[in-house]
């Protein structure tokens, strides 16, 4: 039987949020061993590649260079000053009305920056390599985890033991380390789906990042850096789920039309440079983010339609929340009054931020013209009072909470 390793911190997921809360809390110092079944595949054309983009918005960019990452991944990355919100949803799919939210209104700096995910874990990995006390560990899963008072004792896939202070739960939507603890998750499903993919398009940008709103989910390109010379965007398409299957399905000359009326016509006609990649959408929460010697992060504690970009920033929200309290009491990073701090700080954000982002899903996906012209009402009128709109923007950066 193989020894027992002993280590401070165990992270179960080494997606984008274990792999960020690995240099965290490796560059905070403890011992860290992280563990996910499936390799990171760190190259856009490969099969399997992630071809998500996240913006990270300000709060995160500096937790990233807390977690001494930022200075690797800014030439990557590609700033975003403004959001324009489009409604496209008379009878025909043209902008009706359209928005600017602009980050100089509440900032000297960009409201995010946004990175492939793809590219996030190539570099998270490399830099992980790099740090003596942390031990990531692709292609082994967690198996088997159980707590006591004073210790986790984990059992990986290839029959590794571990002993450690913290277990943090970074295993996604159906979190292993969730089950085991026994946690339960209220799901929401929509019955709707998001296409994700690359396009190229005649005119520029700008840096601004455009969601246009028509029926069955937002039509939402973020800036990336050019692409063979030509402006481009990563794209997140949400439609219903029979709707996203067969757009998925469709020849890309069929594909591209249809994507280009969908975006209004706004970028002019969009070409596709990359596979379409699709996920199922849902929102959830677990019902509570600890138990004894375990903390639940990201998407193992919390899942959100990707609107607002709200999911990976309340993930890193979280890991700052937990690594202050652990660094506040390093001795035991696991200590059960830290973990029930940990849980109050962030349960009820987080719920509030779910039923916000699901109520404005819902809008998104309104099919009734009545709905659709009261959402353009509502957002012409959020838009219409500054103090109104200035609050909101900040709420949306994460910097109230
Ligand atoms: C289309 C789309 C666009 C998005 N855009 C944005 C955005 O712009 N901004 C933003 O903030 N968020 C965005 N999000 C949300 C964001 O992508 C997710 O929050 C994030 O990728 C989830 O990260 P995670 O690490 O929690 O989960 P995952 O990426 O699911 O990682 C969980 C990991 O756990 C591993 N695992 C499973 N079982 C085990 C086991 N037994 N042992 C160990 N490991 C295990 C898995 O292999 C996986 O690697 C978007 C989401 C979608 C669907």
């Not at 991944?73 to 009706?96: C, F, K, S, T």
Request: charged share 20%.
């Amino acid at each position: 039987m193989a020894q027992i390793e002993h280590t401070d911190i165990f992270i179960s997921g080494g997606g984008i949020a274990g792999l960020i809360a690995a240099a965290a809390f490796g560059k905070a110092g403890f011992s860290v061993i992280c563990a996910d079944p499936a390799p990171p595949v760190t190259d856009a054309a490969a099969e399997g590649s992630d071809l998500r983009t996240t913006a990270f918005l300000q709060p995160s960019r500096q937790f990233l260079d807390r977690a001494g990452l930022w200075d690797r991944l800014a030439p990557h990355a590609m700033p975003l000053q403004v959001m324009r919100i489009v409604d496209a949803g008379g009878e025909i799919a043209e902008p009706r009305v359209a928005h600017d939210f602009n980050a100089a209104d509440i900032s000297e700096l960009p409201f995010g920056w946004n990175l492939p995910n793809w590219l996030l874990r190539r570099e998270i990995a490399a830099h992980l390599a790099e740090l003596p006390n942390v031990d990531f560990r692709p292609g082994k899963g967690t198996a088997q985890l159980m707590t006591r008072e004073a210790e986790a004792r984990v059992s990986l896939s290839d029959g590794a033991r571990i002993s450690a202070k913290l277990v943090i739960g970074a295993d996604g939507r159906t979190s292993p380390v969730r089950e085991a603890a026994g946690i339960a998750a209220t799901t929401l499903r929509y019955g709707q789906k998001a296409l994700a993919f690359a396009v190229t398009h005649p005119i520029p940008h700008e840096n601004v990042s455009t969601e246009i709103h028509r029926s069955g989910g937002p039509f939402t390109l973020v800036p990336l850096p050019d692409h063979d010379g030509r402006p481009c965007s990563a794209v997140v398409w949400m439609e219903r789920g029979p709707e996203a299957q067969r757009l998925a399905a469709l020849p890309e000359e069929a594909f591209n039309a249809e994507m280009t009326e969908r975006s209004a016509h706004l970028f002019g006609p969009l070409t596709l440079v990359s596979r379409r990649t699709i996920w199922p959408i849902i929102s959830q929460i677990a019902d509570r983010m600890e138990a004894e010697r375990i903390a639940l992060v990201a998407e193992a504690a919390h899942v959100v339609p990707p609107i607002g970009a709200q999911g990976l920033n309340m993930s890193l929200k979280d890991l700052r929340v937990l690594l202050d309290l652990v660094l506040a009491q390093p001795a035991d990073p696991g200590a059960r009054e830290l973990l029930r701090a940990y849980h109050r700080a962030r349960h009820a954000e987080v719920l509030a931020r779910v039923t916000g982002v699901d109520a404005l899903n819902r809008a998104s996906m309104a099919e009734a013209q009545g709905l659709r012209d009261m959402r353009m009402r509502a957002l012409n009128a959020i838009y219409s009072v500054t103090p109104v709109r200035r609050v909101m923007m900040r709420a949306g950066l994460g910097a109230t909470g």
